[in-house]
């Protein structure tokens, strides 16, 4: 699998009379899996270009990074490593420049996380519930989801929230609590770190807030980039699409879109309106902007 992240990098630093120039742009993307099937996938970085700019985790039979997350200085970043050909995977974290790497779970099947704004929190699922940990591994614990749960995606919201979504998929395939009325299944849902002051945002799933906190922008519930108010309500469909991210200045978003396999799958960037689309990577997915 293949993932991407990408740096847009705000205001000159005045020093004097004299200003630094901005950084470049940067983007970290994990490479597909080899076409002969060996499980292997790494991170590179890249730039909007798609100019590769450095290779981040190398390539390894039966190794597998996915899923990265940047740490909202982008100085880390976390990601999901499976080491024994997908029959566990963990939690990890590493420098930006792919140094450093280090373990931070312990569960059988933890994946997808997600670093809290005030860089004190990594949440992500772990064998279908969702946890928290400091980025140093320690002071894990749960975060009370209502049952039939089945967390999938988390995030965070503005105010110190979490947000998650659960059961997802097409409602053909709930169990017959996920009918009951507010449910939550199929929606984007926020709470408070205990599990208290629950509310569902929008109906989709993998929801990411713009920097001001105003809009979210989001996977529809059958797939689809769409963007919303942060209340919550109907959503917009911007195109095909999922795992959709804003720039730093939410000018922009970068999201994937699959292909018929992992080598064909492509990651793309457009205006926040849904114009000028076009894609930036082939073979990679789950992209991520650094901040």
Same mark, same amino acid.
């Given at each position: 699998?293949?993932?991407?992240?990408?740096?847009?990098?705000?205001?000159?630093?005045?020093?004097?009379?004299?200003?630094?120039?901005?950084?470049?742009?940067?983007?970290?993307?994990?490479?597909?899996?080899?076409?002969?099937?060996?499980?292997?996938? /790494?991170?590179?970085?890249?730039?909007?270009? +798609? *100019?590769?700019?450095?290779?981040?985790?190398?390539?390894?039979?039966?190794?597998?990074?996915?899923?990265?997350?940047?740490?909202?200085?982008?100085?880390? &970043?976390?990601?999901?490593?499976?080491?024994?050909?997908?029959?566990?995977?963990?939690?990890?974290?590493?420098?930006?420049?792919?140094?450093?790497?280090?373990?931070?779970?312990?569960?059988?099947?933890?994946?997808?996380?997600?670093?809290?704004?005030?860089?004190?929190?990594?949440?992500?699922?772990?064998? /279908?519930?969702?946890?928290?940990?400091?980025?140093?591994?320690? /002071?894990?614990?749960?975060?009370?989801?209502?049952?039939?749960?089945?967390?999938?995606?988390?995030?965070?919201?503005? +105010?110190?929230?979490?947000?998650?979504?659960?059961?997802?998929?097409?409602?053909?395939?709930?169990?017959?609590?996920?009918? *009951?009325? *507010?449910?939550?299944?199929?929606?984007?849902?926020?709470?408070? &770190?205990?599990?208290?002051?629950?509310?569902?945002?929008?109906?989709?799933?993998?929801?990411?807030?713009?920097?001001?906190?105003?809009?979210?922008?989001?996977?529809?519930?059958?797939?689809?980039?769409?963007?919303?108010?942060?209340?919550?309500?109907?959503?917009?469909?911007?195109?095909?699409?999922?795992?959709?991210?804003?720039?730093?200045?939410?000018?922009?978003?970068?999201?994937?879109?699959? +292909?018929?396999?992992?080598?064909?799958?492509?990651?793309?960037?457009?205006?926040?309106?849904?114009?000028?689309?076009?894609?930036?990577?082939? +073979?990679?997915?789950?992209?991520?902007?650094?901040?």
């Amino acid at each position: 699998m293949i993932y991407l992240f990408v740096l847009a990098v705000g205001l000159l630093a005045a020093f004097g009379n004299a200003a630094t120039p901005p950084a470049p742009e940067q983007i970290a993307v994990s490479l597909a899996t080899h076409n002969g099937g060996d499980g292997s996938g /790494g991170m590179v970085l890249i730039n909007p270009s +798609g *100019r590769r700019l450095a290779v981040l985790t190398k390539r390894r039979a039966g190794r597998e990074d996915s899923e990265p997350a940047w740490s909202p200085d982008g100085s880390r &970043l976390a990601f999901t490593r499976t080491a024994d050909g997908r029959r566990s995977f963990q939690i990890y974290v590493m420098r930006a420049d792919g140094k450093g790497v280090r373990r931070i779970t312990r569960g059988r099947f933890d994946y997808s996380p997600s670093w809290s704004p005030d860089g004190r929190w990594i949440a992500y699922r772990s064998n /279908g519930a969702l946890r928290i940990v400091h980025p140093d591994g320690t /002071g894990g614990r749960s975060v009370p989801t209502r049952r039939p749960t089945e967390v999938e995606y988390p995030g965070w919201a503005p +105010g110190g929230r979490i947000a998650y979504s659960y059961w997802s998929t097409i409602p053909q395939d709930w169990p017959a609590a996920c009918h *009951r009325a *507010r449910s939550g299944c199929g929606h984007v849902i926020s709470s408070r &770190l205990d599990g208290s002051r629950r509310r569902l945002i929008v109906r989709g799933r993998d929801a990411h807030w713009s920097r001001d906190g105003r809009m979210i922008v989001y996977t529809g519930p059958d797939g689809g980039v769409y963007v919303a108010p942060s209340a919550g309500g109907g959503g917009r469909l911007l195109g095909r699409g999922y795992r959709a991210e804003w720039s730093r200045d939410g000018s922009q978003i970068v999201y994937a879109r699959l +292909g018929s396999r992992p080598s064909q799958d492509s990651v793309w960037i457009m205006n926040r309106d849904g114009s000028n689309a076009h894609r930036i990577s082939r +073979g990679a997915s789950n992209p991520a902007w650094r901040p």
